[in-house]
């Protein structure tokens, strides 16, 4: 019944479960149980995405027809055995944000229990004492201005494999769960900057060859009918949504890992549209596809 609380062990952890029958995705029923469920069954290869970020939460306490909030801050209700990160705020804020480092099971059903349907990583982990580690991965957000889709977006993502290639780099694609493609690459970094000044300039580069299809600058008057690559991602302050996370859309679609193959295939919207069954499936059947990005660091190239 709505309201119902329940008390399980996860782990070794006790929690306590509230509301697991109420549904956060009216269109299709699915419940805040439904969400554990899920981040439950997907924590095997969710978990090593999230090791040691930094997470910024979306939260849907009202479901995704209610008015959602971000979260960098647990510090009120987190319990003591929530692993967090103590960091200054940003976008130049005084004081400092106690960010969960979701790292184990319990943490993040804790999490899930909280409508947390989204999870936001940044592209750098924290080591001991808190220190911020450089970046080690390398993300390109692609962005489609309607009435471009994601499928604009896959056209967009092959020519930008082409330019990572040629400078050494392997990407790895993944939906964003919501319209667009992200593309990733396991880098070494020495400057936190270094990322984003090479993803600024391989974006500008590919608007400059393909100006009808591409657009690297941030006014959105010059997005409609084009794929923005938002390169500003790799600021350190930013964050995007990590691989398995659900999304706060009509139905509870996944960001989810996907094959160039499937990437280069891609004809219309559904092509490329998962929900959180669909994600487990593919997980059954291949794994994490996106696994290898943590093993393939390259030195970030000159921009």
Same mark, same amino acid.
């Given at each position: 019944?709505?309201?119902q609380r329940v008390t399980v062990q996860v782990d070794g952890r006790r929690m306590v479960l509230s509301n697991l029958d109420k549904v956060l995705y009216p269109e299709t029923g699915f419940t805040k149980g439904d969400v554990i469920d899920y981040y439950a069954r997907v924590a095997p290869v969710l978990l090593p995405h999230l090791r040691d970020r930094p997470t910024t939460f979306r939260r849907f306490p009202e479901g995704v027809g209610g008015e959602p909030f971000?979260?960098? /801050?647990?510090?009120?209700?987190?319990?003591?055995?929530?692993?967090?990160?103590?960091?200054?705020?940003? !976008?130049?804020?005084?004081?400092?944000?106690?960010?969960?480092?979701?790292?184990?099971?319990?943490?993040?059903?804790?999490?899930?229990?909280?409508?947390?349907?989204?999870?936001?990583?940044?592209?750098?982990?924290?080591?001991?004492?808190?220190?911020?580690?450089?970046? /080690?991965?390398?993300?390109?957000?692609? /962005?489609?201005?309607?009435?471009?889709?994601?499928?604009?977006?896959?056209?967009?993502?092959?020519?930008? !494999?082409?330019?990572?290639?040629?400078?050494?780099?392997?990407?790895?694609?993944?939906?964003?769960?919501?319209?667009?493609?992200?593309?990733?690459?396991?880098?070494?970094? %020495?400057?936190?900057?270094?990322?984003?000044?090479?993803? !600024?300039?391989?974006?500008?580069?590919?608007?400059?060859?393909?100006?009808?299809?591409?657009?690297?600058?941030?006014?959105?008057?010059?997005?409609?009918?084009?794929?923005?690559?938002?390169?500003?991602?790799?600021?350190?302050?930013?964050?995007?949504?990590?691989?398995?996370?659900?999304?706060? %859309?009509?139905?509870?679609?996944?960001?989810?890992?996907?094959?160039?193959?499937?990437?280069?295939?891609?004809?219309?919207?559904?092509?490329?549209?998962?929900?959180?069954?669909?994600?487990?499936? %593919?997980?059954?059947?291949?794994?994490?596809?996106?696994?290898?990005?943590?093993? /393939?660091?390259?030195?970030?190239?000159?921009?």
């Amino acid at each position: 019944m709505a309201g119902q609380r329940v008390t399980v062990q996860v782990d070794g952890r006790r929690m306590v479960l509230s509301n697991l029958d109420k549904v956060l995705y009216p269109e299709t029923g699915f419940t805040k149980g439904d969400v554990i469920d899920y981040y439950a069954r997907v924590a095997p290869v969710l978990l090593p995405h999230l090791r040691d970020r930094p997470t910024t939460f979306r939260r849907f306490p009202e479901g995704v027809g209610g008015e959602p909030f971000f979260e960098k /801050d647990v510090a009120r209700h987190a319990p003591a055995w929530v692993r967090t990160a103590r960091l200054p705020s940003s !976008r130049g804020r005084e004081g400092v944000n106690a960010h969960p480092l979701i790292n184990d099971l319990p943490t993040l059903v804790w999490a899930a229990n909280l409508a947390a349907l989204e999870l936001h990583v940044p592209q750098w982990t924290v080591g001991p004492g808190q220190t911020r580690h450089p970046p /080690d991965l390398l993300v390109f957000d692609l /962005d489609p201005g309607a009435p471009a889709t994601i499928v604009e977006c896959c056209r967009v993502a092959v020519l930008l !494999r082409e330019e990572l290639a040629a400078d050494g780099l392997t990407p790895y694609a993944k939906t964003s769960g919501s319209k667009g493609l992200q593309l990733y690459c396991g880098v070494r970094a %020495r400057r936190p900057a270094a990322t984003s000044e090479y993803a !600024r300039a391989i974006g500008t580069r590919l608007a400059g060859r393909h100006p009808g299809e591409v657009v690297a600058a941030m006014a959105k008057a010059l997005r409609p009918g084009k794929v923005f690559i938002d390169w500003s991602q790799n600021n350190p302050a930013k964050t995007t949504v990590a691989p398995y996370s659900l999304r706060g %859309r009509e139905r509870p679609t996944v960001s989810t890992p996907v094959t160039w193959e499937e990437v280069e295939s891609c004809r219309r919207p559904e092509d490329l549209t998962f929900t959180s069954g669909d994600a487990l499936a %593919r997980v059954e059947a291949h794994g994490d596809l996106f696994a290898p990005v943590h093993d /393939d660091h390259v030195a970030v190239p000159g921009a």
